[in-house]
């Protein structure tokens, strides 16, 4: 609204004092020009990288302040370079400077790269927790309205010799922060009422945009692989199990065992289980030293008697005449 107040006040200026002031109101204005130009083109250069754009979904906080804060620049670049458009048509129906026209069109591409660059960083935005709201989308969408109407009027103006058909600037197609919006809605049912200060027509467009959302969300999820679990389970039973530890960790409930006493004998048990022999009995742990029972302590048998030996041989009775010179 000031860059318009200042650009009438110009052209009155100009025609009040007549010729002589009129190159001073033209300086003016193209002074001007330049600025909101430079100011423009300033703001799409800050823009996020692409790292940044993931550290803004990340929620960090010092990262989502900044994006804020670039956000309005660039829909302020959007507003600029559509006021840059209305200003240069204005001044080449009087004259027809070919440095207007090539201003003219500079700020058309300004402006459809300001809107993409914006429309990036408000997705970004939307998937942070505090990042983005319903007055953020609801003033872009009013810029955008505003350069569709002054495109609008390029469209409808008479065409005349000295008056030339300007080169159309559309909006991007899909129409940006419609996604954003959606995003934000879809994740925060909160702002749900808060589309109803849009447009009408906005509204149709996010609502339609939340349902595209809602069905890819739910198309992606019967195309994922299973779990990592069940496919784990699953594999379990064609692979052949691993063999148990034949190394006991003293850690665990075998640790304090040991702290209190070591034992008789480690022995390892067919089950995969060390048993720790204690006169009270048999703790049961496995490898990792876990507790996990105790067995009653086994009683060894008294040695049975030995068997008898063989019988005592007797010496052979002598033959007769044995032994007789």
């Known amino acids: 609204m000031q860059r318009t107040l200042l650009a009438l006040s110009l052209f009155s200026a100009g025609c009040i004092a007549g010729h002589a002031s009129s190159m001073q109101r033209d300086d003016r204005i193209l002074r001007e020009l330049a ?32 994006a804020r804060k670039e956000l309005q620049k660039l829909i302020q670049a959007v507003d600029r370079a559509t ?40 997705q970004a935005l939307a998937e942070a927790k505090g990042g983005l709201t ?33 080169a159309p600037s559309p909006l991007p ?19 749900a009422k808060e589309l109803d200060r849009l447009a009408p027509e906005e509204q149709t467009q996010i609502r339609a945009k ?30 052949e199990a691993q063999a148990p530890s034949t190394t006991l960790k003293i850690a665990g409930d075998a640790a304090g065992l040991f702290a209190r006493k070591p034992p008789r004998s480690i022995t390892l048990r067919e089950d995969g ?27 060894v048998p008294p040695l049975a008697d030995a068997p008898p030996g063989p019988p005592a041989t007797k010496p052979l009775p002598k033959r007769p005449g044995h032994g007789k010179n």
């Not at 022999?277 to 302590?297: C, F, H, I, M, T």
């Open 35 to 66: 600025r909101q130009e430079r100011w423009a083109q300033a703001a799409l250069e800050a823009k996020p990288a692409p790292d940044q754009l993931e550290s803004i979904r990340g929620s960090d906080y010092g990262s989502v302040g900044a």
């Open 83 to 122: 006021w840059i458009r209305d200003t240069t048509a204005e001044l080449m129906k009087d004259d027809p400077d070919p440095q207007l026209a090539q201003q003219f069109d500079r700020a058309g591409r300004l402006r459809a790269d300001a809107l993409q660059a914006g429309d990036e960083l408000a």
């Open 134 to 166: 319903v007055a953020d989308l609801k003033a872009a969408f009013e810029t955008m309205r505003k350069a569709q109407a002054s495109e609008d009027r390029f469209v409808k103006q008479p065409i005349s010799p000295t008056a030339p058909r300007h």
């Open 173 to 191: 197609v899909p129409k940006p922060f419609v996604e954003a919006a959606a995003k934000l809605v879809n994740g925060n049912a909160e702002f």
């Open 210 to 239: 939340m349902a595209d959302l809602e069905r890819a969300g739910e198309e992606l999820k019967h195309a994922a692989p299973p779990p990592p679990a069940a496919a784990g389970n699953a594999a379990e039973h064609d692979v």
């Open 273 to 299: 289980l060390f048993a720790l022999s204690y006169e009270d009995g048999d703790y049961l742990v496995d490898p990792d030293g876990k507790l996990v029972r105790k067995e009653a302590p086994q009683e």
